[in-house]
């Protein structure tokens, strides 16, 4: 601390004690009985306050930002010039809407500030409690309507949100844990998401589509998006999440992740369910599996997350079972692997018998290697505890082959003229997954048969 604690001198007859840090007729009016106090102001002390404020102005951020660790007493000078009229109107940039700001230079730019910005006020409440330092912070930021969930008339086109992530990640960066907790709980009773939440994940799949946009961009662009360490973006997820039953969090973990409509950035609660999708629409869902799956993860095990992704298969219905698969391949081997591995000791066969013939399906069209199937399939078997079991289940997969192709035949055959080249194109690509699988399998065999 700089505040010369014990250096005060006795006043001169008839003079009265000025209150440190205020000013008087328009200039600084510095502690009387401090001498440390004026020696960190330096050349300082001798400006009026107007001009010292016409100073920072000239400075940019980041200068202010290391202006404010020189001393306990400049820091609090910066603090009164950050809640001036001219301070607010010089930090708190809110040129967020624009046609072509997202990715543009001055979106960046923007970034760049708010980054800044986090960082000076980091500095300037350094030795205050972590709930004063929030307070500080809220207040300071509080008139800015686009950094509030609701602040914002169009906030799928709005840089505010983001801007509050990068503000929020640089404050909290290299805070402990139990600070973080605050931070968070602080942010949701401020924003009241709780409620909200509670409203998106028991209310019927759509039915409060602008209310889900709204939790979407929020957690994702201020509590989720901006953190370098993968430690960091499980914590707050996990912070999101485990306040909920498993039911809600997979719900909750595809308003959040789940696909969108890029026109109106809606959740597309019928997609996992009504056909086949692609790649990009899975993305997220499953980073955020692998997330909670990966060690940096603390507060979950592999049970929790397997029982997760198995709750997440039925939101808002059951999904086709190539989405399943889909999901799988992206998630990773060992999520993969040990969700298999789950079916397989719990006696589901036919189940998992599905679930390889659609991995193999998904690996043709995807353009995977057929290899990774097969090899998959193989450390499944030897999860099973007899010789029967495992038998029973190579002869599931093979029934399984073969009732896929003749529905998907009986489709075409039947189909109209609409969806006839879907279904060939379909019945094409399975015909090959099967071929390819057993031509693996047949490769596998003759090298084992080989070395011997």
Known sequence: MSSGAGSSQPCPAGHKHRRRGRCSGGSWDPPATDSQDQAALGQFQTLPLEIFHMVLNYLSVKDISLLSVVSKTLSHHLIHYISTPAGTRRLLLQRFHGPELPGSSEAASLLEHYRSLGLLLKRCTLLLPTRDRLKYVHKVLSEVSCFKLNGCASPLHCMGLRCYG???QILTAGWDELECHRVFNFLWELSNLARKVQTVVSSRAGSARKLELRIRLYCRRVLLTHWIHRSDSAFWLTRILKPWPIVNQARLLYIIFGPASPLDGYVVWQKMIERPTDETSLKGLAEAIKLLYGTEAREWTADDVISLVDELSVVPQEWLMENNARLLLLSGNNICFTFLASKAVNGRAVELARLIVFMALVCEKDFYCMD?????????????????????????????????LMDMLQSVLAGGHHDEDSSLLNLFHLVNAQANFHKEILCMAMRSYSST
């Open 166 to 168: 990068v503000f929020l």
């Open 372 to 404: 990774w199937a097969v090899k998959m399939m193989q450390k499944v078997c030897r999860v099973f505890s007899t010789s029967w079991e495992r038998d029973n289940f190579l002869q599931c997969l093979e029934n399984a082959f073969a009732h896929m």
